[in-house]
Each structure stands twice: as structure tokens, then as C-alpha cells.
T-cell receptor, first 109, second 118 residues
Framework: QKEVEQNSGPLSVPEGAIASLNCTYSDRVSQSFFWYRQYSGKSPELIMSIYSNGDKEDGRFTAQLNKASQYVSLLIRDSQPSDSATYLCAVIRTYKYIFGTGTRLKVLA | DVKVTQSSRYLVKRTGEKVFLECVQDMDHENMFWYRQDPGLGLRLIYFSYDVKMKEKGDIPEGYSVSREKKERFSLILESASTNQTSMYLC?????????????????FGEGSWLTVV
């Protein structure tokens, strides 16, 4: 079992719709969780971090964390073609950041 | 803003050459990392350093070594480059240790170094 698992996609959504990206992790002691966006040929850039159970909203993005079920999700409201990218989920385990392989999102105009 | 700078963006090296990839961060971060990213395999940790004096192997250290002589600088060394080391290499830095839930745990990436070994 991978430490951080994501569906590779592609996840295709129409412009204006809500995109829902999911991630599960195996280590219960993980404390901090992150979503990064990566455009093709570029390095990952931070979208959101979340540390507590529940929802955290930032603009069109909402991160959701459920430590009991060991999953973290990212919702993108009013999806735009510019949101088309690969989204990486990451967790920390004692200094080490463990990344999922990413979900490719395609927003169709 | 945090700045992580990888000085070499695109390199082409011959098999057997010694290769140095340099990385500098300007935010006084304690922790620095080297990852490689390959299609379908995601980001894989090569080495990391959580203190100037400390270096730790990641998941795929074979064929690599690192140097951290100053807090702001973390170098990745390919002792004898091979074709299977053709990849994008990403340097990153962070402040926290991951055990406290605060924004200091965020990891920041450089722009990447594309290495081709022929």
C-alpha cells in the first residue's frame, strides 16, 4: 500500500463545475497535509495546507480533512480552464514530505 | 516570498560524468530536500537535510550524494551519471519539523533542473 494514494485521472469537469480531488494516507501520525498544483513542465506550487479536521476555505478552493478516515480532499468551485493541471497531495512524517503521484485535472471550456 | 533557486535549469551530461546540482534558499530554512520526478512515479525523495550537520537518505539515494556546507545551500551530486538518472530534479526547503501544526511546515520548491544523461 502506498503511503499517499491518489487517483491518477484524468478527471474531466466542465467549466464552472465543482472539481473534487481525493487523497488517502496510511500513517495515522501524519500531522500536516498539503495540496500542490503542478502545471506541465513546472514545479509544484502550494495551494492549501490543512492541519485540523474539518474544512478550510481559500477563495475557490476548499480543503477537507478527516483524520479518523485518513483522507484529505480538495474541492475547486467554479472550475476554470486555467485550473487544468496535476494536483499533488502531500503529508509530513517526521521532516519527510510524502507525495502522492497526483491527479490530472482537465477543465473543459 | 520564499525563494529556492536552482542554478542549472537544463543540463546534458555524458554517462560516467560527475554532476553537481546546486540549490540555494533565502529564507533561513532549516530543512532542505532533493526530489526527482518521473512520469507515473511522482516525486521521490533522494536525500534531505534537517540541519547543516545532518543528512538523511530518502527513498532512492543510490547513485547520489549530497553536500550541505552552509545552511542556505544544498547540493546534489551524481558521482557517475547514468542514463537512468535522466529526470527532473527538484530542490525544496521548509522551516518546521512536521510535528507542530503551523504554516512553517510548508515546503517550497525551486523551478527544477532537467538533466539528460546520454
Amino acid at each position: 500500500q502506498k503511503e499517499v494514494e491518489q487517483n491518477s485521472g484524468p478527471l474531466s469537469v466542465p467549466e464552472g463545475a465543482i472539481a473534487s480531488l481525493n487523497c488517502t494516507y496510511s500513517d495515522r501520525v501524519s500531522q500536516s497535509f498539503f495540496w500542490y498544483r503542478q502545471y506541465s513542465g513546472k514545479s509544484p506550487e502550494l495551494i492549501m495546507s490543512i492541519y485540523s479536521n474539518g474544512d478550510k476555505e481559500d477563495g475557490r478552493f476548499t480543503a477537507q480533512l478527516n483524520k479518523a478516515s485518513q483522507y484529505v480532499s480538495l474541492l475547486i468551485r467554479d472550475s476554470q480552464p486555467s485550473d487544468s493541471a496535476t494536483y499533488l497531495c502531500a503529508v509530513i512524517r517526521t521532516y519527510k514530505y510524502i507525495f502522492g503521484t497526483g491527479t490530472r485535472l482537465k477543465v473543459l471550456a | 516570498d520564499v525563494k529556492v533557486t536552482q542554478s542549472s535549469r537544463y543540463l546534458v551530461k555524458r554517462t560516467g560524468e560527475k554532476v553537481f546540482l546546486e540549490c540555494v534558499q533565502d529564507m533561513d530554512h532549516e530543512n532542505m530536500f532533493w526530489y526527482r520526478q518521473d512520469p507515473g512515479l511522482g516525486l521521490r525523495l533522494i536525500y534531505f537535510s534537517y540541519d547543516v550537520k545532518m543528512k538523511e537518505k530518502g527513498d532512492i539515494p543510490e547513485g547520489y550524494s549530497v553536500s550541505r556546507e552552509k545552511k542556505e545551500r544544498f547540493s546534489l551530486i551524481l558521482e557517475s551519471a547514468s542514463t537512468n538518472q535522466t529526470s527532473m530534479y527538484l530542490c525544496a526547503s521548509s522551516l518546521g519539523d512536521g510535528w507542530t501544526s503551523d504554516s512553517g511546515n510548508t515546503i517550497y520548491f525551486g523551478e527544477g533542473s532537467w538533466l539528460t544523461v546520454v
